[in-house]
Every structure is written in C-alpha cells, then in structure tokens.
C-alpha cells in the first residue's frame, strides 16, 4: 500500500521566519505535486514536479523532489500571513494523474 | 478558477439513501478523477475515469460507482449511504498524455449523511 506522509502535521510561525515541509513517500515515484487548501475550499495546484532533482519557485515557496530518497520538501521563505493554509503533498502512482495525498500540513503564520 | 464545475455544493442525505454528485470538466480534459475528502485528513482516491472507462480505482467499496459522459462530464453515486461517507468530494480534470500536467479540482460537494 502507498503511503505518503507529511511533517510536521502542524505548523505555527512567526512572519519573516523560513520553514521546511516534508514529505516521504513510500513507492518509486516521478511524479510529486502540492496543492494548498484553505479553509473549507478546493486544492490549488502550487508545483508539479516530473524528475528526481527538479526544483520549482514561486514566490516564497520553493519545491524540490528527490526520488532515490522518496522525498519532496516545500520551503517557505520569509513567511507571511497569506501562506496560512493547509499543504498538501500528493504522489501519482500511476502516471495518470490518480494522486495518494499526504496527510497535509497546517500552516499557521502569526504576525 | 479552474473550469471544474461540480455540482450540488452541500447536500444532506439520510443513512441508506443513494446520492449523484456531477461534475464538468475543464475544457479539453478528458480524464475525470474522484476522491473524498473526511473532515481533516488528505483526499483519498476513489477512482478515475478516462473516455467513458473505469481506468483505475481506490479501496472504496462497489456501492461507490461512477460514469464518464462524451462531453468527458462525469458522475459519482454512492449508494447505501453511511454516516463515515460524510465527506468534501472532489472531482478533478486533467489531459491525457505521456506528459503528465497537474489535476485541476473543483470547489467539491459537502455531502453530510444523517
């Protein structure tokens, strides 16, 4: 069975402060996206990343994936309070686009 | 936005009712794919549905059932409802290809069973 698992679950920080989320994955993969969730809303795709050592920036946010280790992070670069969501990490087993999501990160930033 | 559309946006359904959730894809995608979201936790995969075909599945339960229409709409029913089916459903479109690009997902269903 795959399993994708995030940390930490929960997250408090101070705006400007940098932070990293992980997330593990337990079959070979190419294939890691995240998405964001706000409260009592729908996924907004942040990066999908296709190859071991691909690296995407947006803004304060910056993902990277390493498929040897089964492992994708999201950094978080001098944090402001829109960051505040839910993080989701997402695997795709297939190559079809049918995702295992990780168990989310909740992101608050405090001001 | 996103271009998915589904459709009801909450509903409320008694213990053993059958429900439809629809949903529209983006234009030009034309691979559909389910999931339920519980209160809390990650989506998980229901299942997937590529040219009016069943094209892989999750650990859900065949009371759980679907359609693909030539428009590339798709439906959800449940039947036999039970109260751990109250959940967020998603619907998600994508394009079929060796490039695989991100799932566009809809604003989703609230589905509470009572």
């Known amino acids: 069975e795959l399993k994708v698992e995030q940390n930490p679950l929960f997250l408090s920080m101070q705006e400007g402060k940098n932070y990293t989320i992980y997330c593990n994955y337990s079959?070979?993969?190419?294939?890691l996206y995240w998405y964001r969730q706000d409260p009592g809303k729908s996924l907004e795709s942040l990066f999908v990343l296709l190859s071991n050592g691909a690296v995407k920036q947006e803004g304060r946010l910056m993902a990277s994936l390493d498929t040897k280790a089964r492992l994708s992070t999201l950094h978080i670069t001098a944090a402001v309070h829109d960051l505040s969501a839910t993080y989701f990490c997402?695997?795709?087993?297939?190559?079809?686009?049918?995702?295992?999501f990780g168990t989310g990160t909740s992101l608050t930033v405090i001001p | 936005e996103t271009g998915v559309t589904q459709s009801p946006t909450h509903l409320i359904k008694t213990r053993g009712q059958q429900v439809t959730l629809r949903c529209s894809s983006q234009?030009?995608?034309?691979?559909v794919s389910w999931y339920q979201q519980a209160l809390g936790q990650g989506p998980q995969f229901i299942f997937q549905y590529y040219r009016e075909e069943e094209n892989g599945r999750g650990n859900f339960p065949p009371r759980f059932s679907g359609l693909q229409f030539p428009n590339y709409s798709s439906e959800l029913n449940v039947n036999a409802l039970e109260l751990d089916d109250s959940a967020l459903y998603l619907c998600?479109?994508?394009?079929?290809?060796?490039?695989?690009?991100?799932?566009?997902f809809g604003q989703g269903t609230r589905l509470t069973v009572v």
């Open positions: 997402a695997v795709d087993k297939n190559t079809g686009n049918q995702f295992y």
């Open positions: 079959t070979t993969s190419d294939r």
């Open positions: 234009s030009g995608h034309n691979t």
């Open positions: 998600a479109s994508s394009p079929r290809g060796p490039l695989n690009t991100e799932a566009f």
